[in-house]
């Protein structure tokens, strides 16, 4: 016999269904339960913290101008309720663009350079605050300023009025004023070439570039804006010098007669000056000194004018400057030497041509006049002078040459030499015939042998006595 059993249920009890529920899913539970409270948690907080943020004010202050090149400084004051705010970081802005960020001190307040090299005009600064959790975000009102352009002065060392032109960077050509200086505005910061055009030469003046002040020779300088705002240039300035010549008494003296001139400065430059000119010479010198260049006048030397080999002035005595277009006159030590050639026994005028030796060697010969005379004009010195007149011979005579003088230059001529050999030959005659008295007393016999009757008696000279020997003879 079987037992019987009852069929069991696979569903489970609610009984069963709870007790597994309250053991697993009571955690999760609790987590929803905290979620929901910290999502109402949240906004409740935010509304609180909001209701604590504070409203902010910025200000800001700048130069009302400030020149081209100068970096302006912005200050800001951060204020909340009137009190300020520190650390807080607040952008400033040039224009649209921020250009830097700065934070607050414990004043509020902050400083900010503007770093930019701005051109010249005006530009507006702000400041902003973008806002924390404890402050509201705030923007300052719009500050305004003006770069100024600076000057840029250029001048020239001597003044030269009208001169140089310049070029400043690309623009137009500019002139110097009157008082030889030329000013430009500069608007922006940079490097800015200066170039030098002089002028063409003239005929009373040309112009040449000594140097700039920091010593270049190039006519084009590059300079940086605003850091130098001075340039000066030192030009040469030339002028035409021609020369006159005149001797001791101021009569001219032919150009072509004196070929060269030697000429010195005031720095010992020696230099020779061909012909008469005209020469252009510089009327200054540039010097650089601690206090810029300076210009100073030149003053020339006449060192030597050679006539055949000999310098007819006084070394270093004459001077003169080249300050304008002018003619010297040069006074020459040279003197009228007048040459008379006589016959050397009758003093009477005869030659023609005289040789003039000069120190040097040189000979140079001059045609006399139908008086025997010729002038020269000769500088000092010793010369050797011999007149040549055919048949004769010439006696050289020596002249020191110191004035204006005459000189008598012999030669022994032909007539001279006749009358010489004439009286010689009388001479010799008359000693021969002084030397044969009987010739004369026989002619004398002879002439009295011829005549018509007896002539006077001839004187009777007394006979020679014995002269007297007074001398004391030695008794026997």
Same mark, same amino acid.
């Not at 030669?411 to 001279?416: T, V, Y």
């Given at each position: 016999m079987s037992a019987r059993t009852e069929p069991r249920s696979i569903q489970p009890s609610s009984a069963a269904r709870a007790r597994r529920f309250g053991r697993g899913s009571w955690p999760a539970l609790l987590t929803v339960i905290a979620l929901v409270l910290v999502a109402l948690a949240i906004p409740s907080g935010t509304a609180q913290a909001a209701s604590h943020k504070r409203t902010t004010a910025l200000s800001v202050k700048v130069p009302a101008t400030v020149p081209l090149g100068v970096h302006p400084v912005v200050s800001i004051r951060f204020t909340s309720g009137g009190k300020p705010v520190r650390g807080q970081? /607040?952008?400033? +802005? $040039?224009?649209? *663009?921020?250009? #830097?960020q700065v934070r607050t001190a414990a004043d509020g307040t902050a400083k900010a350079e503007i770093t930019r090299d701005l051109p010249a005009g005006s530009h507006s600064v702000t400041a902003t605050f973008a806002g924390t959790a404890r402050y509201y975000s705030t923007a300052s009102k719009k500050a305004t300023f003006t770069v100024t352009p600076v000057e840029l002065k250029i001048a020239t060392v001597p003044p030269t009025a009208g001169i140089p032109l310049l070029r400043v960077g690309g623009g137009a050509p500019l002139k110097t004023g009157a008082d030889g200086t030329l000013v430009v505005k500069m608007t922006r910061v940079g490097r800015v070439a200066l170039k030098l055009a002089l002028p063409a030469d003239d005929a009373t003046r040309q112009i040449r570039l000594d140097r700039w002040d920091d010593g270049s020779t190039d006519p084009t300088r590059t300079i940086r804006v605003p850091d130098t705002l001075n340039a000066v240039i030192g030009l040469q300035i030339l002028h035409p010098v021609s020369f006159e010549y005149l001797t001791s008494d101021g009569a001219p003296i032919a150009p072509a007669e004196v070929p060269v001139i030697g000429v010195s400065d005031d720095t010992g430059k020696q230099q020779d000056l061909n012909g008469p000119g005209p020469h252009w010479l510089r009327s200054n010198s540039i010097t650089r000194l601690t206090t810029g260049l300076s210009s100073s006048l030149v003053d020339y030397r006449i060192t030597d004018v050679p006539l055949g080999k000999i310098n007819a002035v006084n070394r =270093? !005595? #004459?001077?003169?400057?080249?300050?304008?277009? #002018?003619? /010297? *006159? @040069?006074? $020459? $030590? @040279?003197?009228?030497?007048?040459? !008379?050639g006589r016959d050397a026994l009758l003093k009477t005028p005869t030659g023609? #041509?005289?040789? /003039?030796?000069?120190? =040097? =060697? %040189? *000979? +140079?010969? $001059?045609t006399l006049d139908k008086a025997g005379s010729a002038t020269k004009s000769l500088s000092r010195g010793a010369y050797l002078i011999a007149i040549d007149g055919g048949l004769g011979i010439p006696i050289s005579t020596p002249v020191a040459l110191s004035r204006d003088q005459q000189a008598d230059v012999l030669?022994?001529?032909?007539? %001279?030499m006749a009358l010489v050999g004439g009286v010689g030959l009388i001479l010799v005659a008359g000693l021969i015939l002084l030397g044969r008295p009987h010739v004369f007393r026989r002619r004398r016999r002879q002439a009295t042998d011829t005549s018509d009757g007896p002539g006077p008696p001839l004187p009777q000279w007394p006979e020679p006595v014995a002269a007297r020997d007074w001398r004391q003879r030695p008794k026997p």
């Open positions: 970081l /607040i952008s400033v +802005h $040039l224009g649209a *663009k921020v250009t #830097q =270093g !005595q #004459q001077r003169f400057s080249a300050s304008e277009p #002018q003619t /010297i *006159k @040069v006074g $020459l $030590l @040279v003197f009228n030497l007048v040459v !008379q023609s #041509q005289v040789t /003039i030796t000069y120190p =040097g =060697g %040189d *000979k +140079h010969v $001059l030669i022994f001529s032909a007539l %001279d």
